[in-house]
């Protein structure tokens, strides 16, 4: 039986430096640092790994908002949704993810598009 994606990624603690990478990445990035201001990083950060692990096939439990909700009313625009895509591409190569990997990573918060920009 092929590994889970969450298996793949490394687990838990690989997945969460990749999270607390690419939201730090996030914190410079000019395109979408502004929205992150007033934001409890720590929350965040907890918060992202939970829905990265849970939606890559790990045991963890989101506590989170539903995407949508979560989103409602930034009107985030397409810049700004690629500009955090950039960010967790540039993680992920940081930690040594592979091409298929981060495909599938990818591909999953595609899949979720929708429920952010100009909700």
Do not use: W
């Not at 908002?65 to 989103?71: G, L, P, S, V």
């Amino acid at each position: 039986m092929e590994e889970s994606l969450y298996e793949r990624l490394g687990g838990a603690e690989h997945i969460r430096d990749i999270v607390s990478d690419a939201i730090d990445l996030h914190l410079k990035n000019p395109v979408i640092a502004p929205r992150f201001q007033n934001s409890d990083v720590n929350r965040l950060k907890q918060v992202a790994h939970e829905f990265f692990c849970a939606g890559a096939g790990g045991s963890e439990c989101y506590s989170g908002r539903e995407m949508r909700e979560a989103h409602r009313g930034m009107n985030i625009n397409e810049q700004e949704y690629l500009a955090t895509m950039d960010d967790l591409v540039q993680a992920m190569e940081k930690h040594g993810v592979a091409p298929r990997e981060k495909n599938e990573v990818i591909a999953i918060l595609y899949s979720l598009k929708d429920d952010i920009l100009h909700v």
